[in-house]
């Protein structure tokens, strides 16, 4: 497992987070229990298995029309 802390651009609304949440907790190895999406601080945090990639989960993010900032992946 991995853990992910990704930095977005500023979240203009509270349904920002649930459509992120939605999006990146039904990718395929993402641990949906650990998907925490922080909407004051606009940022991500998620644990994932080797069957995704953080690019992956970054492009799931964009697709949904919010900017990542950047990202810090550490095994966990």
Known sequence: MQ??????ETL?????????????GNLNGVDKDS??????ASRVKVYFDDTVSIEDIEKAIQDLGYGVKRSHVKAA
């Open 3 to 8: 853990k992910a802390n990704i930095q977005l």
């Open 12 to 24: 203009t609304c509270p349904s920002c987070l649930q459509k992120i949440e939605n999006g990146v």
């Open 35 to 40: 998907l925490k999406v922080m909407f004051n």
